[in-house]
């Protein structure tokens, strides 16, 4: 209880110093959850693109689909695969475009017999897109992984840019709690002195300034769930109208991020302040 109440005073006592850290955590938390909210969404939807990942294999007038198709089920890459004959697409065709039920009686079906795979790795869909080709009987090879690809290379680029301006975030909410530590460890220079002549250990002197730094980013960490989750809700909702297809993370989702950030504000308010605490106590002689 003395340690708290002693936070709580030196809060008061440093208002400046304590807003400016404050505000600091509180841009930092909020960047950092919006960021890891963004990121663990577009892997979302990249999962989800591979999952739908498909491959169709054309097949010439003269292939014999039933051969192709039983060799390519004993393939340990493919999960599924069907053949779809081209009056099935013509059927598939004239239910998306209706008037084409009236141009397929005046010509003959130009579709293809096709074979229509599912994988059980999305990201093998080359090479089993090659092996494909390489097929006799086969006349083309269409997939939908190219898409994919790129989002997966451009995902990789922002994640590992997301990363460095974490880092840098996380060490800018740090030093600055240090910073805010230090200056009341300054101020209460005389205060310390007298308990440690009279017996008191340096962790019963650090445990104020641990608390300091604990209010401070813990604080900071809930008003940043509360300004994260208000525009991640606005944002998802809007997302949806535009594109409902797209996955968005849910309730639950969103209370683990929360979690989790309000577990790092913890560490750092705890350890800027402890760390600022020990090394300040060590060097001052009393």
């Given at each position: 209880m003395y340690a708290l109440t002693q936070a709580l005073r030196a809060l008061r006592q440093h208002t400046t110093s304590s807003l400016a850290t404050f505000t600091t955590s509180l841009?930092?938390?909020?960047?950092?959850?919006?960021?890891?909210?963004?990121?663990?969404?577009?892997?979302?939807?990249?999962?989800?693109l591979e999952r739908d990942v498909e491959i169709a294999a054309a097949l010439k007038p003269t292939a014999n689909a039933e051969a192709i198709l039983t060799r390519i089920q004993g393939w340990n890459e493919v999960a599924e695969a069907r053949l779809e004959t081209k009056e099935q697409a013509l059927a598939a065709?004239?239910?998306?475009?209706?008037?084409l039920s009236q141009a397929s009686e005046l010509i003959e079906n130009p579709l293809p017999d096709t074979l229509r795979l599912k994988l059980v790795d999305p990201q093998s869909v080359k090479r089993v897109a090659g092996r494909l080709e390489g097929l006799e009987g086969i006349a083309w090879v269409e997939y939908g992984g190219a898409i994919t690809e790129?989002?997966?290379?451009?995902?990789?680029?922002?994640?590992?840019?997301?990363n460095l301006l974490i880092l840098l975030l996380m060490l800018d909410t740090?030093?600055?709690?240090?910073?805010?530590?230090?200056?009341?460890?300054?101020?209460?220079?005389?205060?310390?002195?007298?308990?440690?002549?009279?017996?008191?250990?340096?962790?019963?002197?650090?445990?104020?300034?641990?608390?300091?730094?604990?209010?401070?980013?813990?604080?900071?960490?809930?008003?940043?769930?509360?300004?994260?989750?208000?525009?991640?809700?606005?944002?998802?909702?809007?997302?949806?109208?535009?594109?409902?297809?797209?996955?968005?993370?849910?309730?639950?989702?969103?209370?683990?991020?929360?979690?989790?950030?309000?577990?790092l504000a913890l560490v750092l308010g705890a350890g800027g302040a402890f760390l600022a605490a020990r090394s300040h106590l060590r060097e001052t002689a009393w």
């Open positions: 841009v930092s938390f909020t960047l950092l959850f919006l960021l890891g909210l963004v990121l663990w969404n577009l892997d979302r939807v990249v999962s989800s065709l004239q239910l998306s475009y209706p008037y790129q989002l997966v290379r451009v995902l990789g680029g922002l994640r590992i840019a997301a740090l030093f600055s709690v240090m910073g805010t530590i230090r200056l009341s460890i300054q101020s209460r220079r005389e205060e310390l002195r007298v308990m440690m002549l009279v017996g008191a250990t340096r962790r019963f002197a650090q445990a104020p300034f641990v608390w300091e730094g604990l209010l401070l980013t813990l604080l900071a960490s809930v008003v940043a769930l509360g300004l994260g989750m208000f525009s991640y809700g606005f944002l998802s909702d809007a997302l949806q109208k535009l594109l409902p297809f797209l996955p968005v993370l849910g309730t639950q989702d969103l209370l683990r991020a929360g979690a989790a950030l309000t577990l």
